[in-house]
């Protein structure tokens, strides 16, 4: 079983920026894809970014396309999502999932763990 627990939410003005960081446990967190969603109130659950078992394929929603970053660290079990000139239509519960897959997924069905969320919160 694989848990994931994500951290660095907050709250910050339109603007600003935030890091967020997800931790996996577990030996397999190397060979699948990792990817970061969110999810307003009312809203389906979305995906923001994307990046493959090895880092060389990442994936962007088009709405944070040059403001956000996804990285990750396999030595740490981590995955981050750097997140610049935050916009108020950005704040939701930002989920972190590992994938079934070892190359970049994009739906909520290609992941098979999910972390508890990190509420994200952009005074205008």
């Known amino acids: 079983q694989v848990q994931l627990v994500e951290s660095g939410g907050g709250l910050v003005q339109d603007g600003g920026s935030l890091r967020l960081s997800c931790v996996a446990s577990?030996?397999?967190?190397?060979?699948?894809?990792m990817g970061w969603f969110r999810q307003a109130p009312g809203e389906e659950r979305e995906i923001v970014a994307a990046?493959?078992?090895?880092?060389?394929?990442?994936y962007y929603a088009e709405s944070v396309k040059g403001r956000f970053t996804i990285s990750r660290d396999n030595a740490k079990n981590m995955v981050y999502l750097q997140m610049n000139n935050l916009k108020p239509e950005d704040m939701a519960v930002y989920y972190c999932?590992?994938?079934?897959?070892?190359?970049?997924?994009?739906?909520?069905?290609?992941?098979?763990?999910w972390g508890q969320g990190t509420q994200v919160t952009v005074s205008s």
């Open positions: 577990g030996r397999t967190f190397s060979i699948y894809a």
């Open positions: 990046i493959s078992w090895n880092s060389a394929s990442t």
């Open positions: 999932g590992m994938g079934k897959y070892s190359s970049t997924s994009k739906r909520p069905d290609e992941y098979r763990y």
